[in-house]
RNA sequence: GGCGAGUUCGUCUAUCGGUUAGGACGGUGCGUUCUCAACGCUCAGAGAAGGGUUCGACUCCCUUACUCGCUGCCA
């Protein structure tokens, strides 16, 4: 075969964050690259000069490589069709202005430098939405032969343009439409793969691939992912909506870009969590859903959940102590034995790392917290500091906290005191660890140590006095 | 208002004219267990509405409704 490689590309503008949605168009772009055994270009869309770049360009970049996401043009990795940057190729840009200028496609008004369409004009006053008022006005209308778009995923589409816009600015900058097409023919894009909201631009975009005499290439609009609740598309104030938010909560990035690959795609083989390389292998644009998609927290943890949970136990106690040390519970005194007890108890009791001090704080500090609510349902039904008290002398009377050892107390205790040992439980793992859950009991005094175990539950048993 | 796209359980989705409309998340109940989580099983839960086409429609066509997007000298 000899059809021309692929080439895909990403072109966020540098703002500050970096919005799921685009995430997920990188992803989809970066898919079909390494589907295929093509290139996927990194583009900066910064014609918005009064930006801080340096800093902003660098959350792009992180946050791509965080996800896993590598390029084989753009900034840091350089390619012939550079530079990567549009504010580097304002010759580029001049350039092909002059093309348009030239076959007369152009015109001046009130200093930017618009695009003229070719049709019939005419005068008309027409209503527009201004959020939410409805606005009359007067325009130039053109009656524009209608264009095809073909779309991979929506097949094909007719859209008609009715208005010239705008190619330069007042200011001098070249506008998006413009630059966005002058890019993809001179880096030899072969598929445009963007949010559907471009989709009602794209006449706008294929008007210019004719007007320069390029075949334009193929486009694929991928769905638009929407709000949790409530109306509309994600936007960066939603909860969710950052992959900073990711990163800062200790996601595992490839549970992230998993869940992500799920939003507008499914495998073939109908599995849904799935490394990387089988997505890969699997993806293909014309499966693409047409339809938006709602983002669903509670399915993005319970992937992580599950990728935190098929972490090897190595890598997943560096990942937690990692976090812990950021949450200062855990420093370089603390002791690596207890460390690695701690991390095998609680992996398989973790919703994600973010709550990996919650569960493993009590192990390390004195000063834990004592749950309110677990507090107030042990009181309802019994009388914790009681029993602490009841089981502290059999405790004490054990050398060593071996499993059949503290059952045996427990058991005489509850015998001597007309009860069954549950009642004893909750009250004992609340007094050394303030929680109602966690590991099993044996386990925790087994890892926290006779002095430990001893001195929390004296200490339980005289605040429960007060 | 104009133009474009979309519409299967609460959510993400499977179904490429013939299925008891399947799965996952979430929810329910049960089991396991000293607890929580996990896990296993269970139950509830969907073709927007109305017309066609067809022996037969979730699937094709039309209309309506609703949703999303575009309608900027933002990208």
């Known amino acids: 075969m000899s059809t021309t490689s692929v080439r895909t590309r990403f072109a966020p503008s540098p703002t500050g964050f970096f919005h799921i949605g685009s995430a997920r168009t990188a992803l989809f772009n970066w898919l079909y690259a390494r589907h295929t055994g093509g290139t996927f270009i990194l583009r900066i869309e910064d014609t918005d000069k009064e930006r801080n770049s340096e800093e902003y360009l660098r959350v792009i970049y992180d946050s791509l490589k965080w ?109 998006f439409h413009f630059v966005n097409v002058v890019d993809d023919i001179t880096m030899g894009i072969t598929h445009v793969i963007r949010g559907e909201d471009h989709l009602s631009n794209t006449s706008k975009h294929i008007e210019l691939y004719k007007a320069f005499g390029v075949t334009p290439p193929i486009f694929a609009h991928i769905p638009l992912i929407l709000k949790g609740d409530g109306k509309g598309k994600m936007s960066k104030r939603d909860r969710g909506a950052l992959i900073e938010e990711y990163q800062t909560r200790h996601f595992l990035p490839e549970a992230v870009r998993n869940f992500l690959c799920l939003l507008g795609w499914t495998p073939a083989d109908g599995r849904e969590i799935l490394p990387i390389a089988d997505v890969i292998a699997q993806f293909e644009l014309t499966a693409v859903h047409q339809a938006n998609a709602r983002f669903d927290e509670r399915k993005m943890s319970f992937l992580n959940q599950q990728y935190v949970r098929a972490l090897p136990p190595e890598v997943f106690a560096l990942k937690a102590e990692a976090v812990l040390r950021a949450a200062g519970i855990v420093d370089d005194k603390t002791s690596r034995a207890l460390l690695q007890s701690v991390f095998s108890l609680i992996q398989e009791k973790v919703s994600g790392l973010e709550n990996a001090p919650a569960l493993a704080g009590y192990f390390f500090k004195e000063d834990f917290d004592f749950d309110p609510k677990v507090h107030e349902s042990l009181v309802k039904k019994d009388i914790p500091g009681q029993r602490v008290a009841e089981l502290l002398p059999r405790l004490e009377g054990l050398e060593s906290f071996e499993d059949a050892l503290v059952d045996a107390a427990i058991v005489e205790t509850a015998t001597e005191h007309g009860v069954k040992p549950v009642a004893y439980y909750a009250p004992l793992r609340f007094a050394l660890s303030g929680t109602g859950g966690g590991p099993h009991l044996n386990a925790i005094l087994r890892v926290l140590g006779r002095e430990k175990v001893l001195e929390r539950a004296r200490r339980f048993v005289e605040n429960s006095k007060k």
Do not use: C
Request: proline residues 4%; without cysteine; glycine residues 12%.
């Open 67 to 175: 996800l896993g996401m590598d390029w084989d043009e753009g900034p840091g990795a350089g390619g012939a069709s550079g530079p990567y940057k549009q504010s580097e190729r304002s010759d580029i840009y001049r350039e092909y202005l002059k093309k348009l200028q030239s076959t007369g496609r152009t015109y001046e008004k009130e200093g930017a430098i618009w695009f003229r369409l070719e049709g019939e004009r005419q005068n008309i006053r027409e209503k527009y939405k201004d959020g939410d008022r409805l606005i009359e006005r007067e325009i130039e209308r053109v009656k524009a032969a209608p264009v095809l778009i073909h779309d991979v995923i929506r097949g094909d589409v007719t859209r008609a343009e009715d208005r010239d816009f705008v190619l330069v600015r007042a200011n001098g900058e070249p506008g």
